[in-house]
């Protein structure tokens, strides 16, 4: 088993995104993982990803505030403690449109080399 502490947990750009700041827990240059990447992510006030898509199916689950996902033009609003599972190459944008932080866990799936 390997624990990761909170204190310990470093930020990394996340490409495309605004208004966020990201945490690597698990994977990529964290370690610890190599079949999953885990990040938390906090997005301000209008803060966001995308529209983008890539090949690696993502989970996100919402832990505090409100995140509007839009996928083929359709709009669904996940609150604490909903998620969501965005399929492999499905274009989509998150987008926080409440007044509060919306953090999100992020789990994806590394991309092969």
């Known amino acids: 088993m390997q624990v990761k ?36 992510s906090h997005f301000l006030p209008g803060g966001g990803a995308g529209p983008d898509a890539s ?5 996100y689950f919402v832990l ?15 609150k604490a403690n909903d998620s969501c599972v965005i399929g492999s190459n499905e274009m989509r944008e998150i987008v926080n449109r ?3 932080v919306c953090t999100i866990v992020v789990a994806v799936s590394p991309v092969a080399k």
Do not use: Q
């Open 55 to 59: 090949p690696p199916e993502k989970v």
């Open 64 to 78: 505090a505030g409100e995140l509007t996902v839009i996928v083929d033009g359709k709009e669904t609003v996940l």
């Open 5 to 40: 502490r909170f204190a310990d947990a470093k930020p990394y750009e996340a490409a495309n995104h605004r208004g966020c700041s990201a945490l690597r827990l698990f994977g990529a240059e964290a370690g610890g993982t190599t079949s999953l990447i885990v990040g938390l």
């Open 98 to 100: 409440g007044n509060e």
